[in-house]
């Protein structure tokens, strides 16, 4: 049985491992390696330091975005 890839794996991947991840967030490699997913504390420090979304790393807790319905009705000033 293959591990899923995570977005977390995907985060530490950006920032060039589990221990730079970790040094870019303020915790250590061995927090973050008892994990099973990313603490609602820490999603916001993993996205700025990687780029990896909050909705793919929590998507529980950060729904995706819809973008703005667009206007039909057009008024004439």
Known sequence: ???RFTALDR????AGGWGKLAG??????????QWKR???ARVLAVERATGVSRHD???DIYPREESAPLR???QVA
Do not use: E, N
């Not at 985060?11 to 950006?14: C, G, L, P, V």
């Not at 967030?25 to 973050?32: D, E, F, K, L, S």
């Open 1 to 3: 049985m293959t591990k």
């Open 11 to 14: 985060a530490a991947a950006i």
């Open 24 to 33: 870019y967030i303020g915790v250590t490699p061995q927090a973050i390696s």
């Open 38 to 40: 990313v603490p609602t």
């Open 57 to 59: 790393l929590r998507p």
């Open 72 to 74: 039909t009705d057009q």
